[in-house]
């Protein structure tokens, strides 16, 4: 790992702040002063920032049940993003395990092990999410029928993966999905001729929001967290 990330993760100095600090001298490896950023640094060193013992905690997995008109982004100067609703000094460290629309509340993953990330959103996994669907229009069977055999959205060259689809009322669906195209839910019902008028992930693999009120979080237990490990 590099130096500056490696400050960055253990305390609560952004990169560019990290960055600063290694350049001044602030930072020991082993007891010797680096001043480069981009060095390398062995899983067992010893690092200290002004004389005080800087150490990575372990990993942290997160669920956050996502409120709307919350970007899906490490900073935007304009508006509320979904990191504002965690603590300041993890936002460094955090990532976000895909995205939600701005509108689109439910489900959000949050992780610092980059790995655990990347095999739920690794296309190749397939991974089924869940979504509840509110619509413009009652939903025809023949719409059913397109969504569940797969439809090719606009602009698109091969089409959406088979969706298992449940109606609930005339204008609210569930809809489990493999696929993460962008704003793909939407893209397909508009693509079978409806609209979407409110959009909540219920669950991703066997993963459920459950207990928790729109903004708050909670750590993932450890068999929650090996569900996504096979």
């Not at 100095?13 to 480069?36: F, M």
């Not at 993890?90 to 992780?111: A, E, M, S, Y």
């Not at 993966?161 to 508009?190: C, D, N, S, W």
């Amino acid at each position: 790992m590099r130096l500056d990330q490696y400050i960055s993760q253990a305390t609560s100095l952004s990169r560019k702040d990290a960055k600063t600090a290694i350049s001044v001298g602030k930072v020991q490896v082993d007891g010797v002063v680096v001043r480069k950023g981009n060095s390398k640094i062995a899983p067992s060193a010893l690092v200290t920032l002004n004389g005080e013992p800087c150490q990575i905690a372990g990993e942290r997995y997160l669920m956050l049940h996502k409120p709307a008109n919350y970007l899906c982004a490490t900073e935007d100067p304009t508006q509320p993003i979904v990191l504002d609703l965690l603590p300041q000094e993890w936002r460094n460290q955090i990532k976000i395990v895909g995205r939600l629309d701005k509108d689109t509340t439910g489900l959000l993953l949050l992780t610092t092990d980059g790995q655990w990330l990347h095999r739920i959103t690794s296309p190749k996994h397939h991974l089924p999410k869940r979504y509840r669907v509110w619509l413009a229009r009652p939903i025809e069977d023949e719409q059913l029928k397109q969504l569940e055999q797969g439809i090719l959205l606009r602009s698109e060259s091969k089409p959406t993966l088979p969706a298992k689809v449940q109606r609930i009322t005339p204008q609210e669906v569930l809809l489990t999905i493999e696929e993460g195209r962008y704003h793909q839910v939407k893209r397909m019902f508009a693509a079978v001729g409806n609209h979407v008028e409110g959009l909540h992930r219920e669950a991703i693999g066997e993963l459920t929001l459950a207990d928790l009120s729109e903004g708050q979080y909670r750590e993932l237990t450890p068999a929650e967290i090996s569900l996504f490990h096979s």
